[in-house]
């Protein structure tokens, strides 16, 4: 199907194991994004990408890793899980010259629990 | 860095009556485009309306419009004529157009009353 994936939509792990959770999308967008949600904070972002290999920190990257190999996927790591990084988390799509009309795009999210 | 202001963090409204969710931004860039995401407690989040920064009229998407006001650095959403189905958490967001990050206030929970 067309559109942006998340994988998966529910993890469950300890703290400090690595996970990883998975972001795909099938525009071929240029622009990709990592957010989290919390209570009281919005949706704040983690890491960025403008296009392939090309990866930028937002406001919150500490303890995350990402890649951006192919243009489709973006994955998030977390290196060594912390309860702190329990969140909901969302990755996010654009295209410059489809912003207007279209917004950015997200996925349905990941609930991540860190026990 | 921008920061998003939304002041209200929850608001009641009746069925049928327009409703003003207010949203206040800081930047220093000249050129950004703001938006407002309806977040239903399903957890998606959908795209409702978007103003570009140099746009002179006021963006509009059915019962949607966005009150901008450049100066003051104010970007309200007015949702006209609630109906249930408008009861979700809103976000106001914006992104300069340099490097496309999209920043988020905190939100506004709408619940609407039949």
Redesign the interface.
Known sequence: DAGITQSPRYKITETGRQVTLMCHQTWSHS?M?W?RQDL??????IY?S?AADITDK??VPDGYVVSRSKTENFPLTLESATRSQTS?Y?C?S?E?NL????????G??TRLTVV | AQKITQTQPGMFVQEKEAVTLDCTYDTSDQSYGLFWYKQPSSGEMIFLIYQGSYDEQNATEGRYSLNFQKARKSANLVISASQLGDSAMYFCAMSPTNDYKLSFGAGTTVTVRA
């Open positions: 622009y994004f957010y009281g904070h919005g949706l704040r972002l960025y403008a937002g406001e909901v969302f996010a654009s410059s912003i207007a009309v279209y917004g950015y795009t997200f349905s999210g």
